[in-house]
Each structure stands twice: as structure tokens, then as C-alpha cells.
């Protein structure tokens, strides 16, 4: 799942509850579909299309 994160979050993953991991402001990332979800309804991200082929072959160079 393709997320923008809307605010900062520290994300504790209920599977791996050693780890937290620090989302910040502005971030676009592709993480767990269940750990997506989770933080969409807490309002914390939202869900976004992943980049095509040519944007990435583009933000290359």
C-alpha cells in the first residue's frame, strides 16, 4: 500500500513490538497493507497511487 503521512507518527507494528519506526510529515512510502490501513483510519496517512514507470525513470536521471 502507497502512503503519504499526513503528520509525524511513531509506529509501533503489532507484530514487532521491539521496533518503532518514525513516519514524518510529507513522507510517500510503500508499506504494509494492514499497517496502511491501520494508519489511514487514525488519520494519520492517506492512501495515494503508486508512481509509474516514467516518474521513476525520470527522478533518476
Do not use: H
Amino acid at each position: 500500500m502507497r502512503v503519504r503521512f499526513l503528520k509525524d507518527r511513531n509506529w509501533t507494528p503489532p507484530e514487532q513490538r521491539g521496533i518503532t519506526i518514525a513516519y514524518k510529515t510529507g513522507m510517500e512510502l510503500t508499506i504494509k497493507r494492514d499497517w496502511g490501513t491501520q494508519l489511514v483510519a487514525d488519520g494519520d496517512a492517506e492512501e495515494i497511487s503508486p508512481p509509474s514507470k516514467s516518474d521513476i525513470e525520470k527522478a533518476k536521471g
